[in-house]
């Protein structure tokens, strides 16, 4: 020793001082979880360094406790304590170990001290910086050792203690334990609410709560109805009444409850229900839809005064329940809409066309033309609707009534060179295509759906025309012909045709580099990316403000938005994984990765930080994992 002493050390070489105590513990954890050597040479390392601090001891427990060696576990956290008796992490994990070796009476007794020990340290104002995580495992624990209903009254009056001074300050966690450890949802949350009226001002305690993560859904009605209550005891909180009467509402009818729905509105006096039409109207045509009386809903509209205000918050609620898949109702409440327009004189051409969809969908063609005929006489610029009017007949499987909205079009504005092509396609005309595929004097893209068209229809091709358009007027087209440069139509015609997923990406991708901003492209290019799991491509392609929407999506937004879900989740980006998954409606899916993050989480506070110099900021643990406890 008096050698070495003598002797310089070299730190670029040799471990000396603190930081050999430090990795000489983490070297006997090494040892002790590879099995090599004998661990408890070097694990009381951390305590040489500071033999009066009792994090040193707990932080040696909770090892021996990690690699289930219980009785060194037991002693490292009895000398924590006697250096700091006041350590409520330290009597749980003892009373967590007795319950776990049988014994009852033991571990109800540490249990017992460690609340005592968080109750002692809110009356001293003396609460360490992780009391509520503490508070949270002990909770928990309880409950796994089904010791409850003996510490129970323990257990009330510290949570008690706490809210009167703290409200719901870090206390979702502690409150999930008292939800677990109760084994009953409906108790718990009842426990909660009756906690909840220590605090300074319940109806904020329990309105930070009401639609936290860990409340089961099934419960939160009983929580919105002790908030109700709570607030109509305050006449200055009105306002915050109506917020909450509405949340409810809303609540119960996701719930099917309708006419539990309609009470609560009805206790809302009218002049709020008015004050707040754009909010109760859809609850009102949700309450209808739910109790089949849609036609009364229409008819008690019916009675009111028009305005377009209110109109336009009736076509808001109809595409609501559209979004909310009630196609149906969605429906009638559309035809309601437009006729009331159309009886007003608002002579818009959204106006007529929607309700021609409507009579279309209604197997009324002769009257939906007839609407359609109305609209393209009086609205807009002369001759400026047909190509709209043509469009909806079209799409809805009319060709031959589309037709002549077509032709009088040509015939108005022949220079409109989109509407020849329509026209020339519905009337399965070649000859017309070939001529504008090679007039020079047409736009490029119209000239590039006349040769599609040609193709589609195996017409003669163009002649005297550019290698592309040659290429799109084939009834197939093979990839090598549409990737020439610049050929952007061509290659999504050919990736609209190719099955072989690596030649579609390989086109959409060669189509976006050559015009980015073309709408519809990037979300084929998505889909395909998805489709052959390539992540990364999916994610990078991928653009908020195509992809983002309010309310329910549709089915194909949520397979979308599912698979870049999948994406994320892959590439590790949890965060971005959870929101796609809860935008596609995979709340299960998007609680398990939740899960795997705070795992992960977990995992960087224990992961060593690859450094120049070997100082570590952070406690170096073995990784958790699913199956070794990855919770604390």
């Known amino acids: 020793i008096g050698e070495r002493l003598g002797k310089a050390v070299d730190r670029d070489q040799q471990l000396a001082g603190n930081l050999w105590f430090y990795y000489g513990s983490r070297y006997g954890e090494y040892l002790g979880t590879t099995k090599q050597g004998d661990a408890d040479d070097y694990l009381p390392s951390i305590l040489e360094a500071r033999p009066g601090s009792s994090d040193a001891y707990f932080r040696l427990a909770e090892y ?49 001290a460690a609340l005592n020990a968080g109750a002692r340290q809110i009356r001293e ?29 323990d257990v009330d009056r510290l949570l008690r203690s706490y809210v009167r001074n703290n409200g719901h300050f870090q206390l979702s966690g502690v409150l999930k334990a008292v939800l677990s450890s109760s084994g009953d949802p409906a108790a718990g949350v009842a426990w909660v609410i009756d906690i909840s009226r220590a605090a300074p001002d319940p109806v904020v305690f329990l309105s930070g709560e009401v639609t936290a993560e860990w409340v089961p859904d099934a419960q939160r009605g009983a929580m919105y109805r002790a908030i109700i209550a709570g607030t109509r005891l305050t006449p200055d909180r009105e306002p915050e009444l109506r917020n909450k009467q509405i949340e409810y509402a809303k609540y119960l009818l996701d719930h099917k409850h309708a006419s539990e729905a309609q009470s609560v509105l009805a206790s809302m006096p009218k002049e709020s229900r008015d004050g707040r039409s754009s909010e109760v109207l859809p609850l009102e045509a949700r309450i209808a839809t739910q109790t089949n009386t849609m036609p009364a809903f229409i008819a008690r509209l019916s009675l009111e005064p028009y305005s377009s205000a209110r109109n336009e918050e009736i076509r808001a609620t109809a595409t609501a329940l559209e979004s909310a898949g009630d196609h149906a109702r969605s429906q009638e409440l559309l035809e309601f809409v437009y006729t009331r327009q159309l009886d007003a004189h608002e002579y818009g051409p959204s106006t007529f066309q929607g309700l021609a969809q409507i009579r279309l969908k209604q197997g009324d063609t002769a009257a939906a033309v007839t609407l359609l005929r109305r ?79 040609i193709g589609e229809m195996k017409a003669p091709p163009p002649s005297g025309v550019s290698a592309e358009l040659v290429a799109l007027s084939a009834s197939t087209i093979a990839p090598a012909a549409a990737e020439k440069p610049y050929f952007y139509f061509a290659r999504i015609a050919a990736a609209a045709q190719a099955q072989d997923l690596a030649v579609k ?21 998505i889909r395909a990316a998805l489709t052959a799991k390539r992540w990364q491509l999916a994610v990078s392609t991928n653009s908020p403000s195509e992809h983002s929407y309010t ?10 938005n599912k698979g870049l879900a999948q994406a994320y989740e892959a590439l590790g980006n949890l965060p971005q994984a959870q929101t796609y998954y809860r935008q596609a409606g995979e709340e299960r899916d998007a609680k398990r990765v939740q899960a795997v993050e705070q795992r992960e989480t977990q995992n960087a506070l224990r992961r060593p930080v690859i450094k120049q110099d070997l100082e570590q900021d952070r406690l170096v643990r073995p990784r958790l994992t699913a199956a070794n406890g990855g919770a604390r």
């Not at 079009?409 to 504008?436: E, T, Y």
């Open 125 to 153: 104002r003396s609460m360490r910086s992780a009391f509520a995580e503490d508070l949270q495992h002990t909770i928990e624990d309880i409950g796994s050792a089904n010791l409850l209903s003996a510490l129970r009254d």
């Open 375 to 453: 609209m393209t006489m009086i609205t807009g610029e002369p001759f400026e609707t047909l190509m709209d009017a043509a469009a909806v007949l079209t799409r809805a499987g009319h060709a031959a009534e589309a037709l002549p909205f077509l032709e009088q079009r040509v015939r108005a504005v022949p220079w409109d060179v989109d509407a020849s092509v329509a026209l020339a396609r519905a009337k399965n005309d070649g000859a017309s295509l070939k001529a504008i595929a090679e007039s020079h004097d047409a736009r490029y893209e119209a000239r590039a759906a006349a040769a599609r068209a």
């Open 64 to 112: 021996y406790r990690e690699s289930n060696q219980p009785a060194a576990a037991l002693r490292e956290y009895g000398n924590a304590l006697q250096l700091d008796a006041a350590r409520m992490d330290a009597l749980e994990r003892i009373a967590s170990i007795d319950a776990r070796q049988g014994q009852r009476d033991e571990a109800t007794a540490q249990f017992r």
């Open 505 to 525: 990406i390989r086109l959409l991708r060669g189509a976006i580099a050559i015009d980015p901003d073309k709408p519809g492209v990037k979300a084929d290019l």
């Open 551 to 560: 309310g329910r999506p549709s089915d194909g937004d949520r397979n979308l």
